[in-house]
Each structure stands twice: as structure tokens, then as C-alpha cells.
Nanobody, 125 residues
Framework: VQLQASGGGLVQAGGYLRLSCVVS????????MGWYRQPPGKQRELVAE???????NYADSVKGRFTISRDDAKNTVWLQMDRLTADDTAVYYC????????????????????WGKGTQVTVSS
């Protein structure tokens, strides 16, 4: 299973970006999907997550500006980021809690977290 994130870039403060993350490879069941970020010199933090039932949770710092969504038919999660500020500058990572199908066992293995490579978001002030 691989997660491929895209959509990062350089944007001016007040602008917007939309990140995408596609899950691929094998047979699997995707549970909660989320976006994390790691600002320069800081620890990785949760930005937003969305359950398989569509319930979303946001970090206080992005509430009202960011929107997470998913399309299970496309195995894709998006993060719409509006009114960006310099504090949003970070490497953004997508994550998904996934149960992978095992041919040897004939069923899904216990779900675990998978991570994509980060995508850089830089907001100039």
C-alpha cells in the first residue's frame, strides 16, 4: 500500500492550496484518513482527519480555514486550505489507517497507519 500526496507549493498569504492524497496498491479497507504537518524546527502535528463515516476533526489553528474531504471510490483524501498564513508553512503528510487484505489468511489484517511522503507548503507573507 502506498500513499501519494500532491498539491503543495508556494503561495502568498491569504491564498489557497488543495492537497490530494491517493491510496493505492493491493486490496485494502481504508479507515480514518488524515493530514499532518511538520513546521520547520517543530514536531509533526495533526491538521485534520476524517473517519470512514465522514466525521471530520480539525486542529484549532485551522478550523474555519481548512476543509478535509474524501472519496472512498477513488481512495483519495483532500485538504482544501484557504486563507493561508505564514504559520501554515510546513511539510504536509497524509496518513491513513488501513486494513490490508491477506491472501494467505483470506481476510483483512489488523489495520495500521500508513504514511505518504511529505509535500512542502510554503506561505510567503
Amino acid at each position: 500500500v502506498q500513499l501519494q500526496a500532491s498539491g503543495g507549493g508556494l503561495v502568498q498569504a491569504g491564498g489557497y492550496l488543495r492537497l490530494s492524497c491517493v491510496v493505492s496498491g493491493g486490496i485494502f479497507s481504508v479507515r480514518t484518513m488524515g493530514w499532518y504537518r511538520q513546521p520547520p524546527g517543530k514536531q509533526r502535528e495533526l491538521v485534520a482527519e476524517i473517519t470512514s463515516g465522514g466525521n471530520a476533526n480539525y486542529a484549532d489553528s485551522v478550523k474555519g480555514r481548512f476543509t478535509i474531504s474524501r472519496d472512498d471510490a477513488k481512495n483519495t483524501v483532500w485538504l482544501q486550505m484557504d486563507r493561508l498564513t505564514a504559520d501554515d508553512t510546513a511539510v504536509y503528510y497524509c496518513s491513513a489507517h488501513i486494513a490490508v487484505y491477506s491472501a494467505s489468511s483470506g481476510g483483512l489484517l489488523s489495520p495500521r497507519d500508513y504514511w505518504g511522503k511529505g509535500t512542502q507548503v510554503t506561505v510567503s507573507s
